[in-house]
């Protein structure tokens, strides 16, 4: 492993301040103040532009859940939140392959197994882009908000935003001494336990610590082995310390780690009866919590990450540096296709497994200066950004199909090293008190080369697919560079009501597709992606602040698509096949009609279709793209009353969600049907608030839900992994 720092990364700091003298006059950027909140009404602060700013004040289409929403609507997974956001959806092949879509954009499967692939849908935590690895569990991370972004952010996150991006913030430490300890118990032997503190120790130095721990059965039987598998076992701590030496001054270091190791997640395998009278299904097991696999798979995740973060105040504006270094490594087992009789070959059993390790080290570094000038009617900020990314990767494949010439076990080594620089800006300039126009731009330069193998492991005669006819070893290089704007004009009709318009360009990397058949192959890049999002949106307030409504229209003409395309006994390829035009409306509302009841929710249309997409002889023009279904609903309602001295909070959380494809060729039974889900929880808090205790439940009717699904027509069969079924549990919080 090594980390390549490039000498012009010591200049970030001269360069940031050449930038800043060109103000002349500029005063440090402070957001104008927010009018009072209601009775019962958090004024909600979020970071959506770099900056902060009050959310109905922000020109953009962002949902935030603060720390109070995020515990009364018992969000602990980014799928709990996906339920709750307009246009967001998330499908999960493993807890190391994400994949998250908003507005109908979202990454091809199959990314994750290349060293060269991206996300279509980043995640930063803390302002640290989260590369590989994924993230640990939202209960983990002492938070202080999460915030979702939809449509294109190129301008100010910059690549593989191309779709939206998610925020997690972490409450920094602060003069004050408090602990927070919580314990759950729960269904399927859940046991966990989070606990978090701050502590002032002088008047300008503070730290602040939190651990979580979770355990859990597996909901889905392994047949074979007879061991529960798809359960949990996943332990995160974060640590950050934080120093005010000056008024003007604040430095934050920070340190935060996961580690998982669990089962795997064997595939269920669905077959289809009518296929051969039926005789590819003897001993497949129809319950679908019930797998026939012949091991159980192995899931192991350790993620670390260092970051420093200054603010400075200065007569100029308040530059911020971010510092962050990033390191993953991860192990996955995987037995994805499991078939006790096969009709097709003269084995009684047939197995594919999947083996993947990993080891990826990140660098980032990013420097602004926030400004205003011309007595705040220009606002704005400029900055520039480095990221280096080496990430080694073995990925294994072993094919038993009962017959020499297809069966053995082949290698995939992959080793990629990655750049990318950028320098970007937003200005804001007030033509009048109410009417503000936005320019910004970013251009990055980034390059990716890399070296990728396939060779035969095994003694056999035949060569297992995807293998060709020869092993292969080939180095490759690719740079690309892309310009992204955002134009945006807003009016502030009134103190309550906000309208605007905007149009944005995002890009996603382009990449290797890691595992390949032949060395032409592996050395062949697929492209960039981009996307031109426009958007009309309104953020209104009513009836003294007692309902907030708002809402985006929205259309996204998205090109190059990196599409993924499964071949069968073969691999997933990733080509640029395709365009689409995504149009959609999104509505969000908050409304307190009464003391102590809120009712709160979203609505999101989407129709998203390919307007051009061949590839070969298959022609998907007109099809429906992967996971953007038509129509998603959420509702809440929640009530808070006093029992006695008690304080008693009870919520309901309904969501619908229509029907969606998982794969571009809109295969029938390649999808998710539409489906309904119900949590609810309810707390009592005692008088002194520093005790409550709450009974909580989750897919209350036990819907079966499937997080991904991967089609074999060769053998009429389907692969499905499936989110929790009913979970419930009771948790006690001490708050002190």
Not at 470 to 491: G, H, I, K, N
Not at 590 to 615: K, M
Request: glycine share 8%; proline share 5%.
């Amino acid at each position: 492993m090594r980390l390549t720092i490039k000498p012009n990364l010591l200049a970030c700091v001269s360069v940031a301040a050449v930038l800043a003298a060109g103000v002349g006059t500029a005063a440090a950027q402070t957001p104008a103040p927010a009018a009072p909140a209601a009775e019962g009404e958090e004024e909600v602060i979020v970071t959506a532009q770099r900056v902060r700013e009050n959310l109905q004040k922000v020109p953009l289409a962002v949902s935030a859940f603060n720390a109070t929403r995020l515990k009364d609507n018992n969000i602990e997974t980014l799928a709990d939140l996906a339920m709750r956001v307009p246009g967001f959806s998330m499908t999960v092949v493993d807890p190391t392959q994400s994949n998250y879509a908003i507005r109908g954009i979202g990454s091809a499967h199959g990314i994750s197994q290349n060293a060269g692939g991206d996300p279509s849908v980043v995640v930063f935590v803390d302002g640290v882009y989260a590369g590989r690895g994924g993230t640990p569990d939202i209960d983990g991370l002492n938070l202080e908000r999460i915030e979702v972004l939809r449509g294109p952010q190129g301008t100010l996150f910059g690549k593989n935003a191309v779709g939206g991006l998610v925020q997690f913030i972490t409450k920094k430490p602060e003069n004050d001494k408090w602990v927070n300890l919580e314990a759950t118990v729960g269904n399927y032997n859940r046991l966990s336990f989070k606990g978090s503190g701050n502590y002032a120790l002088s008047d300008k130095t503070f730290v602040s610590a939190s651990i979580s721990s979770k355990s859990r059965d597996g909901y889905t039987l392994n047949e074979t082995t007879g061991n529960d598998v798809d359960n949990e076992k996943l332990t995160t701590a974060s640590f950050q310390f934080r120093f005010l030496p000056t008024d003007d001054l604040d430095i934050v270091l920070g340190f935060d780690i996961t580690h998982q190791d669990q089962y795997g997640n064997p595939r269920d395998n669905i077959c289809d009866p009518t296929f051969q009278a039926g005789i590819h299904c003897v001993g497949v097991n129809p319950d679908p919590r019930i797998v026939n696999a012949y091991i159980d798979g192995k899931l192991k995740r350790d993620l670390r990450t260092y970051r420093a973060e200054i603010n400075w105040d200065t007569s100029i504006g308040t530059f911020t540096s971010i510092t962050a270094f990033r390191e993953g490594e991860i192990e996955t087992v995987t037995p994805f296709f499991s078939n006790p009789i096969s009709p097709t070959f003269p084995r009684a059993q047939i197995e594919s497994t999947e083996i993947g390790i990993e080891d990826n080290q990140q660098f980032s570094q990013e420097v602004r200066l926030a400004f205003s000038a011309f007595d705040e009617k220009l606002t704005g900020q400029v900055g520039l950004y480095y990221l280096s990314e080496q990430n080694d990767r073995v990925q294994d494949l072993i094919q038993d199909f009962g017959t020499a010439a297809i069966s053995g076990r082949a290698r995939y080594p992959q080793s990629v090293d990655a750049t990318s620089f950028a320098v970007f800006g937003q200005f804001n300039y007030a033509i009048t008190d109410t009417l503000t126009a936005t320019v910004g731009a970013r251009m990055t330069w980034e390059e990716k080369s890399g070296r990728f193998g396939g060779f035969k492991l095994d003694a056999g005669p035949g060569r297992p697919p995807p293998l060709g006819a020869v092993d292969y070893d080939v180095t490759a290089t690719q740079d690309w560079e892309a310009f992204t704007p955002r134009f945006a004009l807003s009016w502030q009709a009134a103190d309550n009501m906000l309208f605007y318009a905007s149009a944005s360009r995002g890009y996603k990397s382009g990449g290797f597709q890691g595992i390949s058949g032949t060395a032409a192959g592996a050395a062949t890049p697929y492209d960039p992606e981009y996307a031109w999002g426009y958007e009309l949106g309104a953020k209104t307030s009513w009836w003294d602040d007692k309902l907030q409504l708002n809402l985006a229209l929205f259309r996204t003409d998205y090109e190059d698509l990196q599409v993924s395309t499964l071949v069968p006994l073969c691999c997933v390829i990733v080509s640029n096949a395709a365009t689409a035009r995504i149009e959609g409306a999104e509505l969000e509302f908050i409304v307190r009609p009464v003391e102590g009841l809120q009712i709160d929710g979203s609505y999101a249309y989407l129709d998203a279709v390919f307007t051009d997409y061949v590839v070969g002889a298959t022609n998907n023009t007109g099809k429906i793209v992967p996971r953007s279904p038509k129509n998603k609903f959420n509702i809440g309602v929640q009530y808070a009353w006093d029992v006695g001295d008690w304080r008693a909070k009870a919520r309901v959380d309904y969501a619908v969600q229509s029907k969606m494809y998982f794969d571009a060729s809109n295969i029938a039974n390649q999808t998710q049907e539409g489906y309904d889900n119900i949590d609810a929880r309810l707390s009592f808090t005692a008088p002194d608030g520093d005790w409550s205790v709450a009974l909580w439940g989750k897919n209350l009717t036990d819907e079966l839900v499937r997080t991904y699904a991967t089609n074999y027509p060769l053998n009429a069969q389907l692969l499905v992994p499936y989110a929790p079924p009913m979970t419930y549990g009771l948790t006690l919080t001490f708050s002190h």
